[in-house]
């Protein structure tokens, strides 16, 4: 009806809301916060290449790969500035105290 007739979506969920909580529990500790961004751009550098495969190899137009590969290489690009400059304000703090 609704497309919930697939199990996938319940997998789904239940995968983000455990990521969720978890993330909750540990998101003070700042190794945590570093790995998170860390892997997040490396998720989406991975989809640039994957959506660069798929273009060369005929799969996806080429327009449709570059604008793809150019969201998720924003996002990389955001994570990474946003990891550099926690790593910033951290040593400034350590500098103050």
Not at 21 to 36: E, N, T
Not at 58 to 83: C, E, K, N, P, R
């Amino acid at each position: 009806m609704f497309g919930l007739h697939d199990i996938q979506y319940l997998y789904e969920f239940i995968f983000w809301l455990i990521t969720f909580l978890i993330l909750r529990i540990v998101w003070h500790k700042p190794p945590v916060r570093l790995a998170y961004g860390y892997v997040v751009a490396g998720f989406n550098l991975f989809a640039i290449i994957m959506y660069t495969l798929s273009s060369v190899s005929g799969q996806m137009s080429g327009l449709d790969a570059f604008s793809f590969g150019f969201l998720h290489a924003m996002v990389s690009i955001v994570m990474l500035t946003l990891i550099h400059k926690e790593i910033k304000i951290d040593k400034r703090k350590k500098v103050l105290k």
